[in-house]
């Protein structure tokens, strides 16, 4: 039998399946729905702060803060929306320009980009900065423009690469003629001003928004309005919104974490073929989102974290029963020996453990050794298995399957 005639027809059954869903797209990230509920004061704030460019006044600079999932991206999005559709009304070009900093992630992609915003056709990489700064300038400059860079993960590009995109754009209001320009900056991390040079403090002159996280009756009030428009009517039981809700309040109130929740029931429910998603599909949806949310954590991590990692991996596996900060700097710079890398400084790998702490990877606590100071105690918070596989399929870790098989490991 011809191979590819076993596999016509593969998709019939699906076609025969019985549909839960009327839009799932109105459950995922990317959707901006007509109602915030329980954000109204943060976008009456916001909308406040940024309401002077309508008299083509330069408004403030913003900084807004919190957990993943409370709203701020969305909340940003929409008023930056509204004050565009308001701009029709005025005689001058008010343009909001978003940038997502984990993707666009260093100060001349950043800078690049807002140039091409303005017709600048300027190369992904190459040019000296301080061009690629210039031509943005130029072309945020040729008409009377007000002009709000919207800078998403803020904290990202500074803790990599530093604050000098922020001194440039903090700056630029003094150089332009026709041209004015605020920032708005995302952050998840309540301490980013820390890593913020005096220079650029001054001249940030910030507003800041704090976003608290959802409680679960709030989030339940989101989830049933989504769900209005998300699934036909009927096709989930009662026990689905609460439980998505519940869960996801008992993980800092996140709002993304609660419609993935009830997106990938509906799924789950679908593939199963099940007339309605209940508490069972929420519970196995449950279980793969976190699965996942590990395995894209760890394959995102650097090569000195993964190493790191593994150093725990190795240690556990040896049933070690305290497992301290030096106790796993000896495994990790070994590691770095066998696969040829450059091993970090002890403090430098300290950093990076209480990093995968909060990422919820490892736990670390300070324990007190009495005269002899204190150490961390590490565990791991996920299953090995899982971490293992996500390690060894980097490239550049792969050798390390047989370097821990055949015990070369020297302690």
């Not at 590009?157 to 001194?167: E, N, Q, T």
Request: net charge neutral; charged share 30%; with cysteine.
């Amino acid at each position: 039998m011809d191979s590819k005639s076993s596999f016509t027809g593969i998709f019939e059954p699906f076609l025969k399946k019985q549909p839960i869903f009327k839009d799932r797209e109105v459950l995922r990230h990317s959707y901006t729905p007509d109602e915030l509920p329980h954000r109204e004061e943060e976008i009456k704030y916001l909308a406040s702060l940024i309401a002077p460019s309508l008299k083509e006044e330069t408004p403030s600079n913003v900084l807004i803060y919190g957990k993943s999932g409370t709203g701020k991206t969305i909340v940003t999005k929409f008023v930056c929306s509204e004050l565009e559709r308001a701009s029709s009304k005025v005689d001058f070009n008010i343009k909001t320009v978003y940038i997502n900093c984990e993707l666009v992630n260093t100060q001349y992609r950043i800078l690049c980009t807002l140039a091409n915003e303005f017709g600048k056709n300027v190369p992904f990489t190459g040019w000296p900065t301080d061009k690629v700064y210039d031509s943005f300038k130029e072309g945020a400059d040729s008409e009377n423009n007000i002009i709000i860079v919207v800078l998403d993960e803020i904290d990202r590009i500074v803790g990599k690469h530093g604050d000098s995109v922020l001194y440039y754009l903090t700056r630029i209001n003094s150089e332009l003629k026709n041209s004015k320009l605020s920032v708005i900056g995302i952050s998840n991390d309540l301490k980013f001003t820390d890593y913020l040079d005096n220079r650029v403090l001054s001249t940030l002159g910030r507003d800041e928004i704090i976003f608290k996280p959802y409680n679960a009756k709030q989030l339940e009030d989101i989830l049933k309005r989504r769900a209005e428009l998300a699934f036909l009517e009927g096709s989930f039981d009662e026990y689905v919104i609460p439980l998505c809700s519940a869960l996801a309040a008992r993980d800092h109130g996140d709002a993304r974490k609660a419609l993935d929740l009830l997106r990938v029931s509906g799924e789950v429910a679908e593939r199963e073929n099940a007339s309605i998603a209940t508490e069972r599909h929420v519970r196995k949806a449950n279980s793969k989102i976190e699965s996942d949310n590990i395995v894209e954590a760890i394959q995102t991590l650097p090569t000195q974290s993964k190493l790191l990692l593994y150093a725990v991996i190795y240690l556990e596996e040896r049933k070690e029963k305290f497992i301290s900060t030096g106790k796993i700097y000896d495994i990790y710079t070994s590691l770095c020996r066998y696969v040829s890398i450059d091993p970090l400084t002890q403090r430098r790998v300290s950093d990076l453990i209480s990093e995968l702490d909060l990422l919820g990877i490892l736990n670390s606590k300070v324990i007190s050794k009495g005269r002899y100071g204190r150490t961390k105690e590490i565990k791991l918070e996920v299953p090995i298995s899982r971490i293992k596989d996500c390690i060894l399929e980097d490239v550049r870790l792969s050798s390390l399957r047989n370097y821990i098989i055949t015990q070369k490991l020297l302690l």
